[in-house]
């Protein structure tokens, strides 16, 4: 398992940003087991939702 701050490095070392809501610029949220009302809102969003294995195999 990935921390939060792991992830947000990752992500920040391949160019992109980190924010801490989800709105209709998000591309993708990345989720832990206990994912909570962002999930729920990127679902209603049609955001793409990753697992944290997903996000490795993603982003190597």
Partial sequence: NFSRSDIESRIKELGG???????????????????????VDAHNLG????SE?????MAG
């Fill in 17 to 39: 940003a980190v924010s801490g809501s989800v709105s209709k610029r998000t591309d993708f949220l990345v989720v832990g087991q206990d994912a909570g009302s962002k999930l």
């Fill in 47 to 50: 955001i793409r939702v990753w």
């Fill in 53 to 57: 294995k997903k996000f490795q195999m």
